[in-house]
């Protein structure tokens, strides 16, 4: 596994919801710039729910070899600064050792098969209290500017902001819309099944009827002699 393959599953895992390990990230993406002098992280998430322990930015770094490991921790800003309010190291298992870890970080073993396990991180398990103590205690300090500057560069990337909010807001129009139109629908088959309820009701009243009294007077046919009346 090479490691533009690392960075697809790294921006998978960042989308992965919580109970499944991951941050839950409504944006992520791979490998875009924080600058001109700023890193380029192999992938970075945006997590935002209203919720401040569990909202910010999730980084990961992706490594394949151990020389690229150690090098990366030399890095500047590994030490000062950086993106990623979480940061983690995603490798294949047993490249990494947790006790070779920068203080903070949490790491992300994938298999041969391509499947993704959580070895360190602020939802290694389900204890909701031990979830909110690591996400306090792993969080870092991150350089705002540049993950602003990597935000504009994404919004550049995908056109107009304001047309896109446009084009949102008449999707989620036509949503309300089709959703009203179902409510309607499901309204009229109730209605259309219960008028045919009552029809099969008197249709099984009026078999009833005949059987003991006979056709009823207006199915009876008018003879000649009393139309001539």
């Known amino acids: 596994m090479n490691h533009a393959d690392l960075c697809k599953l790294a921006v998978k895992w960042l989308k992965r919801p919580q109970s499944r390990g991951g ?26 729910y209203g919720q401040a322990v569990r909202d910010g930015t999730v980084m990961v770094e992706c490594k394949t070899s151990r020389a690229d490991f150690f090098a990366d921790k030399a890095k500047q800003h590994r030490h000062t600064g950086g993106v990623g309010n979480w940061r983690y190291y995603m490798a294949p298992a047993g490249l990494i050792q947790v006790d070779e870890l920068p203080d ?30 690591r996400l306090v205690s792993m969080r870092h300090e991150a350089d705002v500017a540049r993950e602003m500057y990597l935000v504009v560069r994404l919004f550049d990337r995908v056109g107009d902001p304001e047309k896109l909010a446009m084009q949102v807001k008449d999707r989620n129009r036509l949503a309300a819309r089709v959703n009203d139109l179902s409510v309607e629908l499901q309204h009229l088959k109730k209605s259309l099944d219960n008028l045919r309820f009552r029809n099969t009701q008197q249709a099984e009243l009026l078999d009833r009827y005949r059987v003991t009294y006979g ?7 008018l003879h000649r002699s009393a139309c001539a009346a």
């Open 23 to 48: 941050h839950g990230c409504q944006v992520a993406v791979d490998e875009c710039s924080t600058g001109k002098t700023g890193e380029i992280p192999d992938a970075l998430g945006f997590c935002f």
């Open 104 to 133: 903070k970080w949490g790491l992300i073993e994938v298999n041969a098969r391509g499947h993704l396990k959580l070895v360190r991180g602020p939802y290694q398990d389900s204890n909701y209290y031990s979830q909110v103590e």
């Open 215 to 221: 056709a009823l007077g207006a199915e009876e046919p």
